[in-house]
């Protein structure tokens, strides 16, 4: 067999290196899925025919890295122990096709190696991580990482680690690296721009991909710098592709840049000198980046190591052959041989010592808090790899007597109330924004029998698909169709007893996120459907019934009658007779709130009056925040609701106190405690406690109840509902659902995809028929999907409507007509179906001709001139666009357009021209000037300098009911303004020097203006971890009276190191310290900050323990902010738990302790120590560090004593496995009762025992008799 050489053109090598260089290590591709290592050494022997199977040494054989490939290949590594001809008849660094015999495709056989190659193969249930491999400047992807000589048999990366690290797959990247002789034009920022792209076509921007990291060399490591600041720059795609990466090892990657006197040598006037000169150490290019890059780097918290070299290594020189090598004179480039340092030989030392940093890279996904699984609670025994010294913890800290699969009690919902909240009428504003159909236009559509758009929706199935290019009229043909009556006539079928309606969803790409997500549709879509058929809302009670028992099953809430029933049986009541069963379902019943208000009214005013009736409706409008609230939020609720809705009461009415009465009437305790004295059962300290946990538990499920009927809806709340609404059965329902653009969802086509094929499937028991009509761009996963549906592409039936818009456009405007019709029928072929391009070409000719009205006799051919010029594609027309604007207005070309790309809000023309005036202000001072003589424009001079700035490309919109907005004329301009690219696109050679986008310029505005704190902080967070630059610098400026009177959120800020802890901007705090190194004497509660922080939810815990650390590492200390560190502990036990999050950040705090013993006041009691309150977890952390077990309270109780406090110790209301692990870590470690007698000791230890828990180690146990059933707690069934 005969091979056939593909490529022989050596200007299309991939990764060339020195003329001289023979390679001996061999990529082969295309090999059929199934094959081993044997069987293609086999089946390339075969294919070559003049070597044997012994001849080929195949190293590596893996699956490729593309997952869209179909059928799947595999790539191998080889080399040849005899060279087959096919290699020696070209020259090298060249790519060879070898046919396979009833194969399609044929092997390709290469030596450049070129883009990905993967080394080895994962199973995929294994598969958890990826590394991806970049060599350095004038070296290959193989060669580089392979020992020097002639032997190409070892190659680390690919022979060791796969070994060391387990479970990762690791991947070759190649790209054209050569210097001498490089015909190639690329920068950094083209290869690293290549490099996202293949990572995105690969796979590795999907949520299916896995987690990965970087081994770079060299410019690998410049390239891979680039590429995460232009993906922290990107679009929510690349954002979820660099939250991906977990780190990087660097081997001998510049930051300051480098000599390159020798290498301008080699490149003299090619055009690859502009990627030298960037990577000098002359360029700014290099210092810029790596600011860029440590700021992402470490606001994204990656683990990145670098590997620096100790010897010097020779520069390039030209031998008089004209080839090139490294045999000049040295050279400090870097400390180290540069291209030896990775050129690792088998056993090399380092080899286990990269290893072990790449354990610690991907280890970080692995770090959780302790978590403690619920199982039985078992004996706590040391030994087995623990430290000496150090208490084993027990798995559970609940009791076995919680029973979890008590059902939970029926509720019912106001489903009303529930419809309402799905409501969202920014979901069809989107609407309003498209532009009606003109005249006659698109009428075909019903009348065309090759679209087939009627027969479908008279009797079609499934789904229907309009598909078309970007800009070709797909939103204004959706807008129609959902509202011509022709639809609904033919939707509609009088045979049918079926139910028939339809709903519709546009996606809007530009808008708010409930406009392009998959939730805002689902909400939408089920608003629509319950509106219309109010019988079916019962499926969104069956949501809510799941919700509230599948809280109530984690929580071990239980319901009021097994509650009940355990009360009465722990002493000895048995519910047999008739009449104790009608007492206990009455005691189930809630009172009636209106009559037991009435019955507390008339006994506070001796009676009925105006006064009191005034009273009783305003309480009972507000009745479900006033009796479900817990009492220590009662206070300010009241006080709000007083001044809110009862400010005239006369001074002698006690709002509170009335609350405070009719809280008790409609409360469980009091209702209990009458029913027990109808039952002769005495009160005690058991009974008491045992109300308690009951009324605790009553009111825990009434608040649960309340806070999911008005939480938010959740994603997997409404595909519940939406599922409920494919399978029900209540009547026969026709749903036909129109889609538009389904291209601008948020999220992947695939997914989107997947789910409109199982929409329209029919489910047998099902009532519901399903039919979909969408329309989006012709994508390949929408091809893929939907290729087979019926459907048509609009950009091939447009061509009249086209033309009629032309005319229509050029006779209503005062252009002369005569000169522009005959362009007609040119912009009608060149439009290839494209609205939003005609609309443009036309607006541009009409600009020309009205620059010219007063030259008309040359207008023809400047008319001509300017259509010739324009470009046939919109993302070239748009950078043509741009390339009219004048270099000197260039910034704020920039400016606009990267604003309203960032702003998640409607922004105003006024605030966007604000905006405007202010980003390039280099000080606050500077900015505050600038705002204050800004002169006043009229709305139409501010829309007109916008449009104008944007080149058009920004419409401001004027809806029919609230402020007008600047946004993108269409989704294509903010596509192209989000490439990544587009700041060098507009700015050119400053854009490297140019780190300000437009999260910034809001960030800047919104701290000048200082009275929309939100915006702010929204702004300045994603402004650093988008950019890797703080802004202290602009802050920093600000008087701090400034700050007092502005961010008045709470008047603890009085500092920029305050606002950056209460806003979470990472960077700007780090600044602060690093310039003035005072954060050990702030007056500041900074740990007050971060609470409050968390309360207002500016930032996750996760991310406020990382503030916290910042602090302890420098030096704060939480003795100054004890108020502080009483929030995070009060925030710790709030719940029916631990927070486990918030324990890790008291934890920290408590870092920042110089002494444990410092008093903290807690729920009244005075002088505690933090050991009294912590978790057991906490508490061995604090002992193991040195804090005293018998530190006393003002009342003189140890931490032990404390924790049996029912009253007050947080443990006692959390469970009883929480207060035994807690007792046996503190007996462990030589605690004391001081202030408890020993009867009451004798009583939890018979607790703890009769629950299960062993006691055997605890003083007092032993001879501890049998539980008696009178004195037996449950108290653990009451977790709360």
Known sequence: MNPTVLA?????????????????????????????????????????????????????????????????????????????????????????????????????LDTGFAGMTPLNDIPP?????????????????????????GDKSFMWIRDVLPERIPFTRFVLYGYDTTIAESNSFQTVLDLASSLIQVLMANGWGSPTARPFFFLVHSLGGVLLKQALVMLAGGGSRETFLLDRIKGAIFFGVPSVGMPISHLRAMTEDQPNKILINDLSDQSNYIPNLEDQFSGISYIRRMKLFWAYETETSHT???????????????????????????????????????????REIIDLEGIRPQTFPRVFPKQAVGGGG????????????????????????????????????????????????????LGHTLDWVYEEDTVGLTSWLRNGKGIYWVSGKPGSGKSTFMKFICSDHRTSELLHDWRSSSRQISAKFFFHHRGSSVQKSFEGLLRSVLSQVMEEQPALRVLLGDVLDNMYRERVKIDRLGNLEADLVDLLKSHGVQ??????????????????????????????????????????????????????????????????????????????????????????????????????????????????????????????????????????????????????????TIFDLDLCLFF????????????????????????????????????????????????????FEIHKHTVNDIRDYCIASICNNPEPDELLLPMVPDIVRRAQGVFLWVKLVLRDLASVAAKMADNVSNLGVKLREALDSIPDQLDDYYSAIIERIPEVSRWGTYVVLE??????????????????????????????????????????????????????????VYPSKGKAYAQFMHQTCKEWVEDLRFKHIVLGERANATWQNGHSFLAKYYFLE?????????????????????????????????????????????????????????????????????????????????????????????????????????????????????????????????????????????ECCRDLEFGIDWNGVRDLKVLHLCTPELAQWLLERGALPNSVNALGETPLDFVLRTDQSPLAKVGLGYQHEYCRVLLQYGGNLLATSQERWQTVLRRFSSNGFDVTDFPGSEGLADDRPEERSHAGNYTV
């Not at 790309?901 to 405007?916: C, G, H, I």
Request: include cysteine; charged fraction near 30%; proline fraction near 6%.
């Open 8 to 108: 022989t053109d050596a200007d299309n090598k991939p990764a060339m290196s020195l003329r001289d260089y023979k390679p001996k290590v061999y990529r082969l591709r295309n090999l059929p899925s199934q094959v081993d290592r044997l069987l293609a050494a086999e089946l390339l022997a075969h294919c070559l025919n003049d070597i044997t199977t012994a001849d080929i040494h195949i190293f590596s054989l893996a699956k490729t890295v593309d997952q869209w490939e179909s059928p799947p290949t595999k790539v191998a590594t080889l080399t040849f122990r005899k060279t087959p001809a096919l290699v020696t008849s070209t020259h090298v660094y060249q790519e060879w096709s070898i046919n396979v015999a009833g194969s399609p495709v044929p092997l390709i």
């Open 125 to 149: 249930p294994y598969h958890d991580y990826d590394c991806v491999v970049l060599s350095g400047l004038a070296s290959h992807p193989m060669g580089s990482w392979q020992p020097r000589g």
């Open 316 to 358: 390039i020189i030209k031998l008089p052959n004209g080839s090139y090598s490294r045999l000049g004179p040295r050279a400090v480039m870097i400390n180290k041989d540069h291209s030896s340092m990775v050129k690792f030989t088998r056993g090399d030392e380092l080899i286990p010592k990269i290893a072990n940093k790449i």
């Open 386 to 437: 623990e430290e000496e010294g150090r208490i084993a913890y027990q798995t559970d800290y609940d009791t076995p007597a919680s029973d979890p699969t008590v059902e939970a009690e029926t509720v019912v919902w106001d489903l009303d109330l529930t419809t309402q909240s799905l409501r969202n009428p920014e979901s069809h504003s989107r609407l309003e924004q498209i532009e009606d159909k």
């Open 575 to 728: 519910i047999i007779s008739p009449i104790l069963e009608k007492e206990k379902m009455d005691l189930r019943r809630n009172p009636d709130a209106k009559e037991e208000l009435r019955r507390v009214l008339n006994s506070a005013f001796d009676g009925r009056s105006m006064l009191s009736e005034e009273i009783e409706r305003e309480l009972l409008i507000e009745k479900n925040r006033l009796l479900h609230r817990r009492v220590e939020d009662l206070r300010g609720v009241i006080a709000d609701f007083q001044k809110a809705r009862l400010r005239d009461l006369p001074p002698e009415v006690n709002l509170a106190n009335i609350v405070a009465k009719w809280r008790e009437q409609m409360g469980m305790e009091l209702r209990v405690r009458r029913f027990l004295v109808r039952r002769n059962i005495p009160p005690s300290v058991h009974i008491n406690l045992h109300i308690m946990v009951l009324v605790e538990r009553h009111f825990a499920r009434e608040h649960l109840r309340q806070e999911i009927e008005m939480s938010e809806w959740t994603r997997r709340a409404l595909e519940e509902a939406f599922r409920g609404l494919l399978r029900q």
């Open 740 to 791: 538009d653009a389904l291209d601008e969802y948020d999220g992947r086509p695939d997914v989107i995809s997947a789910f409109l094929k199982d929409v329209v499937k029919e489910i047998p028991s099902s009532r519901t028929r399903i039919r979909v009509l969408f329309s989006s761009r012709p994508w390949p996963a929408f091809r893929e999907a939907f290729g087979s549906s019926p459907g």
């Open 899 to 956: 604003t309203v790309s960032r702003s998640e809000s409607n922004l105003s023309p006024a605030d966007l021209f604000r905006t405007l005036e202010c980003s390039n202000c280099a000080t606050f001072d500077d900015g505050k000037d600038d705002l204050l003589l800004l002169e006043y424009r009229p709305p139409s001079m501010v829309d007109d300098r916008l449009r104008a700035l944007s080149g058009g490309l920004i419409d401001i």
């Open 1010 to 1150: 200082g009275k929309i704190p939100n915006p702010f902080i929204h702004h300045a967070r994603l402004a650093e971890e988008t950019t890797g630059i703080s802004q202290y610098s602009f802050f920093s400026q600000a008087p701090s009276s400034y700050l007092r009177s502005q961010w008045l959120l709470h008047s603890d800020i009085k500092s920029l190191l305050g606002l950056a802890i209460c806003y979470g901007l990472r960077l700007c705090l780090n600044d602060v310290i690093q310039e003035r190194e005072f954060i050990n004497h702030v007056s500041e509660p900074l740990f007050s900050l971060l609470d409050r922080a968390l309360q207002k939810k500016y930032y996750s815990v996760a991310e406020a323990t990382n503030m916290g650390k910042t602090l302890a590492e420098n030096g704060f200390d939480i003795q100054r902010d004890k108020r502080g560190l009483e929030g995070l502990i009060t925030r710790m036990w709030v719940g029916t738990r631990p927070a486990e999050e918030i324990v890790a950040l008291t934890k920290t705090a408590l």
